[in-house]
């Protein structure tokens, strides 16, 4: 293996999520063209690292060299590249000028689908020193950033200029040129506290020359570094720190060595929502809030790390003034707020535009009004308390503090209403009405705050749906498959069940008024195709697709529940030790008769034996498994299916033949099958599941 690779791109200052973003990137983009390059082996190791000033990239475990390439590649048609007489046409010289040949290295070669055209290519590997040198510049140029720019008279562009690059194969400099910048081995330290270059003699001493020079590039080590400098700050003003995961990682890459420095603010401020102090600190300072204990009261105080601590003091000093003047205009903001109640803002809802098509966010807020009925009815939940939730879910929206900080929206909501004595359970749900906002995030566990949050997302998507508004590859402004997964999480997760043909269909209706849609029926059917594709994508790794698939296609995409109690079932037989013959046996069953038509099955004509033991045996257990099914005893229906199918319908296909010439006799047979086939498709598709003998034909009989 060649000694290991630095190379490292020194900027002007990139923003914190910029650095993220690159590296990324920067690993992405590496991965791809070294293995293009043919200098992977099994050992082969990288490992970005990054600060404000720098993005590096450690390989180690590369190849000393390329290996040779010898390799046939096969070209267009014979008849396409050459005519009658042999005379090379466009094809054949377009394809040797690719492959750096004379058009008479060309070859024929026969192949089940004709003659085509090959050529021999052979290569000799190159030193990775020099390869290297050829793929950086394409390696640089490929690391992406949420926005770039020019500098200069440069064409390429870049997060921020750049002004210098390391690039280190052991102890000798890769040499290339990218930005009008050549690379060297030397690099810079902390801007302040180590602004000298320092020249390294070779690689591996990167991570320790800049450490000595007050630059921790490693990120995890340096948000290591800077958690523990903060839980110890917490603790020094007696206290904890608040958790804060995105704020750790907006820190970590706006310093290059993490200082953490006190601050502290007025108590009468404390008299503000927790929400509107930690947002005041957290978004616009990026301050950590401090508790007095877990959970507990915020404390009067802060942290906040900075890249030196040369004086702490003064930094101190104007970080209080400047945090001191936010908390005053938060605190304007909600004295202000309160002089008059969320019902009086409604009708400012009526000048907010929701979308230009789908009218106003008071028309929104009346369609929610009636949907939340309907859905409230529907699970046994207190309609007018969840008629008042969706009435008021809004009305925080145009409040001075919502629309200073969009992010308290619905949480300042709930503040307000609970000083106004509205009952907790309808200021619960303005809250929580938003959520889940991610992934993360934990659904609503009350009733009310349920039905509105499934009311307020199907409401955006029957609109956005009924206008054409549809997601299309990444691009989804208005989070549409968000709002989806929202719904879907919300009945697996939460305190209620959600009919989704039901509830498309009422909210298609409340639109009636306020905009003019697609049919009903076509909505309908776009959003369940664009349903079933988020659950796919949500519960496939957990259940595997072709489960997913199976238990899709017997659903009726009503209740979510019904097809969760489906999938949960068909997990748990996949792990029966018969699931194989089982799956085997039902697929052949499926396959030999979708195209048959069904019919009453005459007993006179069933052979004795396998047969007469088959029909006998689903005849005595059909009632129940179609019982089972209709009571969403899906695992009881399947362990029926196992326990008294299993063996006789594998028995059937060992020893009778379906497809006799005896038109009364197969059409019999048909008819069994295929009602055995009905019965079992009412759970789930079992011709969907994956099986070990996925090559045999289940239509064929053995």
Same mark, same amino acid.
């Given at each position: 293996?060649?000694?290991?690779f630095?190379?490292? *791109?020194?900027?002007?200052?990139?923003?914190?999520?910029?650095v993220?973003?690159?590296?990324?990137?920067?690993?992405?983009?590496?991965?791809?063209?070294?293995?293009?390059?043919?200098?992977?082996?099994?050992?082969?190791?990288?490992?970005?690292?990054?600060?404000?000033?720098?993005?590096?990239?450690r390989?180690?475990g590369?190849?000393?060299s390329?290996?040779?390439?010898?390799?046939?590649?096969?070209?267009?048609?014979?008849s396409?590249?050459?005519?009658?007489?042999?005379?090379?046409?466009?094809?054949? &010289?377009?394809?040797?000028?690719?492959?750096g040949?004379?058009?008479?290295?060309?070859?024929?070669?026969?192949?089940?689908?004709?003659?085509?055209?090959?050529?021999?290519?052979?290569?000799?590997?190159?030193?990775?020193?020099e390869?290297?040198?050829?793929?950086?510049p394409?390696?640089?140029?490929?690391?992406?950033?949420?926005k770039?720019?020019?500098?200069?008279?440069?064409?390429?562009?870049?997060?921020?200029?750049?002004?210098?690059?390391?690039?280190?194969?052991?102890?000798?400099?890769?040499?290339?040129?990218?930005?009008?910048?050549?690379?060297?081995?030397?690099?810079?330290?902390?801007?302040?506290?180590?602004?000298?270059?320092?020249?390294?003699?070779?690689?591996?001493?990167?991570?320790?020359?800049?450490?000595?020079?007050?630059?921790?590039?490693?990120?995890?080590?340096?948000? &290591?570094?800077?958690?523990?400098?903060?839980r110890?700050?917490?603790?020094?003003?007696?206290?904890?720190?608040q958790?804060?995961p995105?704020?750790?990682?907006e820190c970590?890459?706006l310093?290059?060595?993490?200082f !953490?420095?006190p601050?502290? =603010?007025?108590?009468a401020f404390?008299?503000?929502?927790?929400?509107? !102090?930690?947002?005041?600190?957290?978004?616009?300072?990026?301050?950590?809030?401090?508790?007095?204990?877990?959970?507990?009261?915020?404390?009067?105080?802060?942290?906040?790390?900075?890249?030196?601590?040369?004086?702490?003091?003064?930094?101190?000093?104007?970080?209080?003034r400047?945090?001191?003047?936010?908390?005053?205009?938060?605190?304007?903001?909600?004295?202000?707020?309160?002089?008059?109640?969320?019902?009086d803002?409604?009708?400012?809802?009526e000048?907010?535009?929701?979308?230009?098509?789908?009218?106003?966010?008071?028309?929104?807020?009346?369609?929610?009004e009636?949907?939340?009925?309907?859905?409230?009815?529907?699970?046994?939940?207190?309609?007018?308390?969840?008629?008042?939730?969706a009435?008021?879910?809004?009305?925080?929206?145009?409040t001075?503090?919502?629309? &200073?900080?969009?992010?308290?929206?619905?949480?300042?909501?709930?503040?307000?209403?609970?000083?106004?004595?509205?009952?907790?359970s *309808?200021?619960?749900?303005?809250?929580?009405?938003?959520?889940?906002?991610?992934?993360?995030d934990?659904?609503?566990? +009350?009733?009310?705050?349920?039905?509105?949050?499934?009311?307020?997302?199907?409401?955006?998507l029957?609109?956005?749906?009924?206008?054409?508004?549809?997601?299309?590859?990444?691009?989804?402004?208005?989070?549409?498959?968000?709002?989806?997964?929202?719904?879907?999480?919300?009945?697996?997760?939460?305190?209620?069940?959600?009919d989704?043909?039901e509830?498309t269909?009422e909210?298609?209706?409340?639109?009636?008024?306020?905009?003019?849609?697609?049919p009903?029926?076509?909505v309908c059917?776009?959003?369940?195709?664009?349903?079933?594709?988020?659950?796919?994508?949500?519960?496939?790794?957990e259940?595997?697709?072709?489960?997913?698939?199976?238990?899709?296609?017997?659903?009726?995409?009503?209740?979510?529940?019904?097809?969760?109690?489906?999938?949960?079932?068909?997990?748990?037989?996949?792990?029966?030790?018969?699931?194989?013959?089982?799956? *085997?046996?039902?697929?052949?069953?499926?396959?030999?008769?979708?195209?048959?038509?069904?019919?009453a *099955?005459?007993p006179?004509?069933?052979?004795?034996g396998?047969?007469?033991t088959?029909?006998?045996?689903?005849?005595? !257990?059909?009632? +129940?498994?179609?019982?089972?099914?209709?009571?969403?005893?899906y695992?009881?229906?399947?362990?029926l299916?196992?326990?008294?199918?299993?063996?006789?319908?594998?028995?059937?296909?060992?020893?009778? =033949?379906v497809?006799?010439?005896n038109?009364?006799?197969r &059409?019999?047979r048909?008819?069994?099958?295929?009602?055995?086939?009905?019965?079992?498709?009412?759970?789930?598709?079992?011709?969907?599941?994956?099986?070990?003998?996925?090559?045999?034909?289940?239509?064929?009989?053995?």
């Open positions: 293996m060649s000694s290991e630095l190379l490292e *791109i020194g900027t002007e200052e990139l923003p914190s999520s910029f993220r973003h690159a590296l990324q990137s920067m690993k992405a983009s590496a991965v791809e063209l070294v293995g293009q390059a043919r200098l992977e082996t099994r050992a082969l190791e990288m490992h970005t690292m990054g600060t404000p000033r720098r993005l590096a990239l390989i180690r590369l190849a000393p390329q290996p040779d390439r010898h390799e046939t590649i096969m070209g267009p048609p014979w396409a590249a050459f005519d009658p007489s042999g005379a090379p046409r466009k094809a054949a &010289e377009g394809f040797a000028k690719k492959h040949v004379d058009v008479t290295a060309l070859r024929k070669q026969t192949t089940d689908k004709g003659d085509y055209v090959t050529v021999e290519v052979y290569e000799p590997g190159k030193p990775t020193h390869v290297l040198a050829t793929i950086l394409e390696l640089c140029s490929r690391i992406s950033f949420p770039s720019m020019r500098w200069g008279t440069a064409e390429v562009t870049f997060g921020r200029p750049i002004h210098w690059i390391v690039s280190l194969l052991g102890d000798d400099v890769v040499d290339f040129e990218f930005a009008n910048v050549r690379a060297a081995r030397k690099t810079r330290g902390h801007r302040f506290l180590a602004p000298n270059e320092l020249e390294l003699d070779r690689a591996t001493q990167y991570e320790e020359a800049l450490a000595a020079a007050h630059v921790v590039v490693d990120v995890a080590r340096r948000k &290591e570094r800077m958690m523990e400098a903060l110890h700050g917490a603790n020094e003003l007696g206290g904890v720190l958790p804060d995105f704020l750790a990682d970590v890459s310093v290059e060595e993490p !953490v420095v601050g502290s =603010f007025d108590d404390l008299e503000l929502p927790d929400a509107v !102090v930690i947002s005041v600190m957290r978004n616009h300072q990026r301050y950590f809030a401090v508790r007095e204990s877990p959970g507990g009261p915020l404390l009067s105080s802060y942290l906040n790390v900075v890249n030196t601590a040369l004086e702490p003091e003064i930094i101190a000093k104007g970080n209080d400047v945090l001191r003047a936010r908390l005053a205009d938060a605190r304007f903001f909600v004295e202000e707020d309160l002089k008059a109640p969320l019902s803002r409604l009708r400012k809802l000048s907010v535009v929701f979308q230009s098509r789908l009218g106003t966010m008071g028309a929104k807020v009346r369609r929610l009636a949907n939340v009925r309907a859905l409230a009815e529907q699970s046994g939940a207190d309609v007018e308390a969840c008629a008042a939730a009435r008021l879910c809004k009305a925080d929206l145009e001075l503090i919502v629309y &200073e900080f969009p992010e308290l929206q619905g949480e300042m909501g709930r503040w307000y209403a609970l000083r106004e004595g509205i009952d907790a *309808i200021a619960d749900a303005i809250r929580d009405h938003y959520s889940p906002q991610g992934a993360d934990q659904v609503p566990r +009350q009733p009310v705050g349920a039905i509105v949050a499934v009311a307020d997302r199907i409401d955006t029957v609109g956005c749906f009924g206008i054409g508004l549809v997601p299309s590859g990444s691009a989804d402004p208005f989070a549409l498959r968000r709002a989806a997964l929202g719904i879907i999480r919300i009945a697996l997760e939460g305190p209620i069940d959600v989704l043909r509830l269909a909210a298609h209706g409340a639109y009636a008024k306020d905009a003019s849609l697609a009903a029926e076509e059917s776009a959003l369940d195709e664009f349903f079933r594709g988020r659950i796919r994508a949500m519960l496939k790794d259940h595997g697709a072709d489960v997913l698939d199976a238990c899709l296609g017997a659903w009726d995409g009503t209740s979510l529940r019904d097809l969760q109690a489906r999938i949960e079932a068909v997990a748990e037989v996949r792990d029966a030790p018969e699931f194989e013959t089982l799956a *085997i046996a039902f697929k052949r069953a499926f396959n030999i008769t979708k195209d048959s038509a069904r019919g *099955i005459d006179e004509l069933l052979e004795a396998a047969e007469t088959l029909a006998r045996r689903f005849a005595t !257990v059909r009632d +129940q498994i179609r019982e089972a099914t209709s009571e969403r005893r695992a009881d229906a399947l362990k299916v196992a326990k008294e199918l299993g063996a006789p319908i594998d028995r059937f296909f060992d020893d009778v =033949f497809m006799v010439e038109d009364a006799v &059409e019999n048909l008819r069994l099958l295929g009602e055995i086939a009905d019965v079992v498709n009412g759970i789930a598709h079992f011709h969907q599941l994956a099986t070990k003998l996925q090559g045999r034909d289940p239509s064929v009989p053995a």
